[in-house]
């Protein structure tokens, strides 16, 4: 059986006010601590960031000492080329399984890139398994 490959991914509560995404960025800087891939959503009193780094461990532990709510997750990565109809693909091998896709982004590369997508933890392992089966590349932080 094939190594289950998943990407860590952490989450960080943050303050909606000015300041807060620098704060966060300049103390993975300090600590040389690349981000890979982030998305921010928001709300009218907070927001959720998420990243992806080549250390998780180290992000998430820096990130709480410096006063931050940050908790790592496990998410799916999934190499895609850039053709149409290539993010339908991965969608329909969920759909057809009836494993909800709670969100998704994208980690963009020169020619193709990474569609990561969050699911329920419990049914993680059964997702990649599907879409390797299906013929999907799925990648681990190495991979990035």
Do not use: H, W
Not at 14 to 30: D, F, H, M, P, V
Not at 40 to 45: F, G, I, M, T
Request: neutral net charge; aromatic residues 8%; glycine residues 6%.
């Amino acid at each position: 059986m094939s190594t289950i490959n998943y990407l860590e991914q952490l989450s960080i509560f943050i303050e909606n006010r000015t300041g807060e995404l620098y704060s966060i960025t300049s103390l993975l800087q300090k600590e040389d601590i690349s981000i890979l891939s982030i998305t921010l959503s928001d709300s009218s009193e907070f927001g959720i960031l998420r990243l992806l780094t080549k250390d998780t461990k180290k992000a998430k532990e820096l990130l709480i000492k410096g006063g931050f709510m940050a908790q790592s997750n496990k998410v799916i990565g999934v190499r895609i080329t850039n053709q149409v109809g290539s993010f339908n693909q991965i969608v329909k091998i969920f759909n057809e399984a009836n494993i909800d896709i709670r969100y998704t982004y994208t980690v963009n590369e020169k020619n193709d890139g990474i569609f990561v997508f969050k699911i329920e933890d419990s049914r993680l392992n059964e997702a990649i398994v599907m879409l390797e089966k299906n013929g999907v590349k799925t990648v681990n932080a190495n991979d990035l």
